[in-house]
Structures are given as C-alpha cells and as structure tokens.
C-alpha cells in the first residue's frame, strides 16, 4: 500500500488542524492506519490509531481528549482532527498501515509508511 500524507501548516495555539492520509494499492491487505510524529531531537512516536471499519480506536495519553481519528472508506483516506492544539504538538506527522486486526502503539509493526506532513504549532 502506499500512504501520501498531506494537510499539514502553521497554526496558533487552541486552534485546530485536521491531516489526511490518503492509500492506494493494495489497501485490502492492510486493516490497521495509525498517525505517528516526531519532534526535532526526539523519537517517533504513536498518536492514534484505528481500523479500515472504524470499529477500533487507540490514541495516545498525550492526545486523547484533544484528537480524533477516522476514515473514509470510500475514499481510502484516514483523517486526524486536532484540537486544542499545543507547541509541543509540533512535529512531522506520518501515516503508517498496518495488517494487525487491531492499531497498537508499537511502531515496528507498521510496515507502510508515508512521507509526512510538519504540524507546526506556535504561541
């Protein structure tokens, strides 16, 4: 499958911002997308994740609360609105797809990823 990530900006701080993650290829094979982000000097890390159906959802305690996650399985495109949104939001965000049942945290078992898109966030 291949992932193109797009929607990222600048934005002020407690505003919002929503990304998309658009796949193709064979999509049918990968039942799990999840959003990952890495700030400058830090290691990526698990935001949200959920299935094709929408039926599963997993964030972060970093985020939950603030973000949400979903799809358009017509389009084969998964969204993340962000609310609230922090300095310390800032960050690349990428899109990973997975063939699990079910998202999880673990980074390694994503084996398609996208490009990213940088979520700039300022005071």
């Known amino acids: 499958v291949q992932l193109q990530a797009s929607g990222g900006g600048l934005v002020q701080a407690g505003n919002s911002l929503r990304v998309s993650c658009a796949a193709s290829?064979?999509?049918?094979?990968?039942?799990?997308v999840a959003w990952f982000r890495q700030a400058p000097r830090k290691e990526r890390e698990f935001v949200a994740g959920?299935?094709?159906?929408?039926?599963?959802?997993l964030y972060a305690d970093s985020v939950r609360g603030r973000f949400n996650i979903a799809t358009d399985n017509a389009n084969y495109t998964v969204y993340l609105q962000m609310n609230s949104l922090k300095p310390d939001d800032t960050a690349v965000y990428y899109c990973?797809?997975?063939?699990?049942?079910?998202?999880?945290?673990?980074?390694?078992?994503?084996?398609?990823w996208g490009q990213g898109t940088l979520v700039t966030v300022s005071n």
């Open positions: 959920i299935t094709w159906s929408g039926g599963t959802t």
């Open positions: 990973a797809a997975s063939t699990l049942s079910r998202p999880t945290m673990n980074r390694a078992l994503y084996r398609s």
């Open positions: 290829g064979r999509t049918f094979r990968h039942h799990t």
